[in-house]
Nanobody, 121 residues
Framework: QVQLVESGGGLVQPGGSLRLSCVAS????????MAWYRQRPGTPRELIAT???????NYQDPVKGRFTISRDNAKNTAYLQMSSLKVEDTAVYYC???????????????WGQGTQVTVSS
């Protein structure tokens, strides 16, 4: 079974930067879309950025121009570069790969465990 492991969260001051990583482990053949979500305290989980297998990126308005999603297909890894961080970016960040083709078959809707990002002075 494929697993996603996230890293890179932590405490940062407003205006600072962080880079999150999400590595998929397992006998993977290909990964379609890679996505990042976040869940701020007291709110539902929300989609913030996606990147297709061809490299097309899409961002939701709250992070547009500040966050950059990227991927390394050879490493089965997604990244989220976060810059100009604001207090309201404080959240648990999750990666999600909706479709993974592995040697076991197709795996749907795989999630990472989440990584905490806290923006505070």
């Amino acid at each position: 079974q494929v697993q996603l492991v996230e890293s890179g969260g932590g405490l940062v001051q407003p205006g600072g930067s962080l880079r999150l990583s999400c590595v998929a482990s397992g006998r993977i053949k290909s990964i379609d879309v890679m996505a990042w979500y976040r869940q701020r305290p007291g709110t539902p989980r929300e989609l913030i950025a996606t990147i297709t297998s061809g490299g097309s990126e899409n961002y939701q308005d709250p992070v547009k121009g500040r966050f950059t999603i990227s991927r390394d297909n050879a490493k089965n890894t997604a990244y989220l570069q976060m810059s100009s961080l604001k207090v309201e970016d404080t959240a648990v960040y999750y990666c999600n790969f909706p479709i993974i083709v592995s040697q076991r078959g197709i795996e749907f809707d795989t999630w990472g465990q989440g990584t905490q990002v806290t923006v505070s002075s």
